[in-house]
Structure formats: C-alpha cells, structure tokens
C-alpha cells in the first residue's frame, strides 16, 4: 500500500531501484567504479521519498532510505569538489544493440551495470556485465541473441534477479525483461498469458480482481523465471500441483535466436526431467507463459493446526492431501512461523520460544480450503485455530509468554492435546485475556515508522490468513536475519526418513558452526510426494562463514546425493534448475 519507487518504475533498470542503488553506492565506495553520468541521473532521481524505508523494515527490519541519501550526498560531494562525471566508452556493439531495443534500453554505463553484479549466492564468484540490455518484444529479444551470437558475447536472461544460486551473473549480457509485464487474460478457456517481466504480485491481483487464483510464489518473483527455473512452489502445490501442472502454454526463443511454442507439433521437447547438474545451463529462453487460472469460492479460510510431534504434523497433513481436503497445505516449523509472524527479529526469537516451549506447537500445519473441507478437519477431531483466533493471537504476541494468558490454557486444557481450541467460548476468552490490538503487536517498531504500520495493520487483510498465503505476503519475511541455502526435495511423506535426513544435516550444520532450521513441507500429488525445505544460515557479511556454509553445503548436498540414489524416490530440486516447465511425472517417478 505504499507504493513502489517511482524512478524505478520510470527506468526499469535495476539501479533505479532501492537494492540496485544500494549495490550502487557500494560500488562507489569500494571504488569499482567511477562517477558517471548515469550514476548522476540515478541519484538525483531519488526524492527521499522513504517509501523503501516501510517496505524493507517490514521484511528485513532496516532502513535503507539512508544509503539513498548517502549516495546523494557521494555523488553531490564529488561534483561540489569539481569532479566531472565519466562517460563510458564509445562501443560499436552498443550501438547495433541499441538500434534494435532502442538507444535508453541498452548499456554499458558502470552505474548501470553495478547493480546486475552480485546477489546473496555464496557459492559464485560475482561477475560484471558487459553490457545491460532490456528487449522490449520477442521479436527484439531474437534479434539481441543472434547479435550476441555474432560477436560470440556470452549472455543470461533476468527476471527479478533474486537467486540463491547465483543463476543471473555473467561478463558479457544480461537481458533484463522489466519491460516485457505483459499480462493478457483469457477468461473463456481459463488462463492467463504473462511476460517474462511480469511478476507474481501483480499477476496474482490481476487474477484475484477477475475472481481467479494464479499459482504463484514469492510475489516479486518473475513468473516466467520462477516457473521456468525450478518448476514454482508453494503451499497451494497440494491442490495445483508443480512444474507443468501449472501452465497451458509457453513461449520461447531459443538459444540461436530461432522461436517455437511447447504446443508446436515440431517444437523442442523441454516435457523431460535429467537428474544431472549437467543439465542445468538452459537451452532458450522464456519469454511468455500462459498460466492456468484456478476458481476461487467465496466461503475460503484459513486454519492452523498445531502438533506437538513432526510425525503427526506430517501424518494429518498427508492424509488432507490424500483425502483431497484443502487446496493449500503447509506443515511449517517453528522458524518460519515466528519469522513470518514477528514485526521485529527479537519479537521473532521470543515467540518461537513461546510456541515451541510454552504452548508446545513446534509444528503448525497451514490449511486452506472451503467450508466443506474446513468441516471434514473438525469431524477428524483435531483442534485448530480458526481466522478469529488467529487474529487475536497474531495482534497479541507480546503478551503470549504472559502468566495469565498461561494459567487459562492450563485452567481450560484437559488430556488431549490443545482440547481448549474446540471450546466454544475460547476465542473470546483468549481476546480478553490478551487484549490484542496492532498497537500492541508493534509495540517494538521504529517510532518513526510505526503510526503507518498501525494503519497497515489495522486492515482485515493483514490476519486474513487466505489472503496472506496466496500472495505470500509474511514469507517476504523469509531469511529477515540472514540470508540461508535452501536444501529443497521433492521426496516421499516420510516421517522417518525426512527426521534421519534432517538430523544428519544438524550434525554437519554443527559441525561448522552454523544455524539449520526446518522450513517447510508441502504434500502433493494426493499425498503421495512432497516438498520438503530445510534451510542453511549464514552471515553474508562474514568471510569465513561464507566459506563454511559453502563447505556445510557440499556435504549436504553430497548427503542428500546419496539419499537420492539409495531411495530412488527423492531428487533434489537444485537438479531441477532450467528444467521447471517438465512433467512433473518425470520428475518423481522415472
């Protein structure tokens, strides 16, 4: 609701952006590059709005309006100081390349390419681009490739540009497709067509205006580059499925610049799955996808079911999938929960004391579905927290670890486990015991910025938990304290299996010093596989811990090789890479 950078939407590079000034002003600073007549622009551009300020305290809980004001300042410094600002060398290439995208959508300007250098992957070398370019058709995005081609200039196509496997760097060219959001919808055979620069947030408002669902992931993902990277992921994979489950057709110009559909009758069969690294560089390049449109019913919420144990968590969660009940499912672990939940990092480490150790949910199983499946949950007799009482325990999280709001659960609990859940007068008991509010949620936030996220809070949406999950808003929040390695699989609903695996991974994790936590599991495929997270810590900041999460990771993944070959049901999703859009059959049963 705060808008987004006006610069950047105007410019569409990267740079013009909060995090591609951020990559700018470091830069600067590290002297990598000098002063140039872009970096001038994108500073000036900038109008302190503070806008990012909202954005980025909510998922991260900084600030970065002060670097956009310390690179105005770098910058206004160094011409105050009569420095003139660099222009870029002349470039013969540059300019054919210009003649076909236009002379502002192609660069090679320093300031430019700086923020298409780096991303939060700990196992790459950054590289700098030669030259960014941003194709504003298919049609030009043929012409680039083959020109490319001609002068043998390497090249990798971007979406947003966020990857934990530093799938984006290249010296020669990145293709940028901010410009090609083309959002086209069909309603009358249930899909819509997207670009490769549209991204998920906005695919899924389109749809949801039209009365519609899109699977999407993490909303400023790229849907094309999501889908196609890694197959897309989410909680609704129980209902929608993975890979090409979720897409009626795609577009693609391929690697010599040639075009061809997946429905073509001679068109390249990208259906099949390798489970080789090998198979990793891509073969073309996505740029539409039409995505199938999901119908969405007006009696849809949200429900969290809490267990003490992962094998329960995991045994309801597969059996709702089997059974068909819930269109979303996500056995989430007490990291997510609190991370995603918190307003501020310390609330977050508070709270998952409180739910692990006080109110003993270490588990949480997100479910989402009509009331006809929200009914065949209570016949199942199992407790759970309905919308209600998620909205007073999520505005009254500073006050769970309470003595009062304690002392109730143990007055009203019998043997079961969580029996209080199904009295009928608990959510209103548990509101006047709590007394929640947004005020007291955010209690902690930066002064300055809390009487905006009072209103902010003070929306319906932001408890709604269906509206949350489809546009993943609190997993913004995801790696808020640092950034992890996600070890991904899609593997059998083994309880028994997943716990060896993870605790094997502890012990490495250990080992090297390190934080691993349990994510997330998704069933899907009626229940008969899932995807199961489990996820690597590490402080980006920190040399030495880089270097040991990279080699914390090798085992892992040389451990999880292993699983994989002597089980025969489990492949790990980073296998997956550039082959998103095959059958999902492929994938887990061949």
């Not at 011409?79 to 003139?84: D, H, I, L, S, T």
């Not at 897309?232 to 795609?250: C, K, M, P, Q, R």
């Not at 059996?319 to 977050?348: D, N, Q, Y």
Request: glycine letters at 6%; aromatic letters at 10%.
């Amino acid at each position: 609701g705060t808008g987004v950078c006006e610069p950047g939407l105007k410019n569409k590079y990267a740079a013009y952006y909060p995090v591609g000034r951020m990559d700018l002003y470091v830069a600067l600073v590290s002297g990598l590059i000098p002063v140039t007549e872009k970096c001038v622009e994108i500073a000036s551009s900038c109008t302190l709005c503070g806008r990012c300020d909202y954005q980025c305290y909510f998922s991260t809980e900084m600030r970065p309006a002060k670097v956009m004001k310390a690179l105005k300042e770098y910058v206004g410094d160094y011409q105050k100081n009569g420095g003139k600002p660099a222009v870029p060398a002349k470039d013969g290439i540059l300019e054919e390349i210009r003649s076909i995208v236009g002379g502002f959508w192609a660069t090679n300007d320093p300031a430019i390419t700086a923020a298409y250098r780096r991303d939060l992957c700990p196992h790459v070398e950054y590289k700098t681009p030669r030259y960014v370019i941003m194709p504003g058709s298919v049609g030009e995005v043929s012409s680039v490739i083959k020109l490319l081609n001609r002068f043998e200039i390497p090249f990798v196509a971007r979406g947003s540009g966020a990857s934990s496997h530093g799938l984006v760097f290249t010296d020669g060219a990145v293709l940028d497709f901010k410009r090609m959001n083309v959002i086209e919808f069909n309603e009358k055979n249930w899909y819509v067509k997207a670009g490769p620069g549209a991204t998920e947030f906005e695919l899924q408002t389109e749809a949801q205006k039209r009365g519609f669902r899109v699977h999407t992931a993490e909303p400023a993902a790229c849907v094309c580059a999501n889908l196609m990277t890694s197959g897309l992921l989410s909680t609704f994979s129980t209902a929608y499925g993975i890979a090409a489950d979720n897409y009626v057709d795609a577009e693609f110009v391929s690697l010599d610049g040639s075009y061809f559909k997946l429905s073509d009758m001679d068109s390249r069969n990208l259906f099949t799955f390798r489970n080789e690294i090998s198979e990793r560089e891509p073969s073309a390049v996505c740029v539409s996808v039409s995505m199938k449109l999901h119908p969405v019913t007006d009696d849809e919420k949200g429900i969290l079911v809490p267990f003490e144990t992962f094998g329960k968590a995991l045994a309801f969660a597969n059996e709702c999938a089997a059974r068909h009940i819930g269109i979303a499912i996500g056995l989430l672990g007490g990291e997510f929960v609190s991370t995603f939940l918190a307003p501020t990092k310390k609330l977050a480490r508070e709270i998952k004391e409180v739910f692990e150790s006080k109110l003993k949910m270490p588990y949480l199983v997100l479910l989402i579905g009509d009331k006809y499946a929200l009914r065949s949950v209570a016949d199942m007799g199992q407790p759970f927290i309905g919308e209600a009482l998620f909205k007073t325990l999520y505005e009254a999280l500073p006050s769970l670890n309470s003595a009062a709001w304690l002392d109730l659960l143990g007055e009203l609990s019998d043997s079961e486990p969580f029996s209080y859940l199904k009295l009928e007068k608990f959510p209103e008991l548990a509101e006047i015991a709590l007394d929640p509010s947004p005020s007291l949620l955010l209690r902690d936030v930066d002064p300055e910025l809390r009487p905006v996220f009072e209103r902010l809070y003070e929306d319906p949406a932001m408890t709604d938990l269906v509206r949350l999950s489809t546009y993943r808003i609190q997993s913004a929040r995801y790696c808020r304290e640092n950034p992890c390695v996600a070890l991904v699989c899609y593997m059998p609903p083994d309880a028994e299996l997943i716990e060896r695996m993870q605790d094997e991974i502890k012990k490495i994790t250990d080992k090297y010093r390190l934080k691993s936590e349990f994510g997330f599991i998704t069933p899907f495929d009626a229940g008969k596989r899932c995807i199961w997270e489990y996820d690597i810590y590490f402080d980006v900041n920190d040399p030495d811990e880089v270097s040991r999460v990279r080699q914390a990771n090798a085992e892992a993944g040389a451990l999880l090789d292993l699983y994989s070959e002597r089980e025969g049901t489990i492949r790990q999703v980073r296998y997956v890479i550039n082959q998103g859009c095959c059958r999902k059959e492929n994938l887990l049963y061949i």
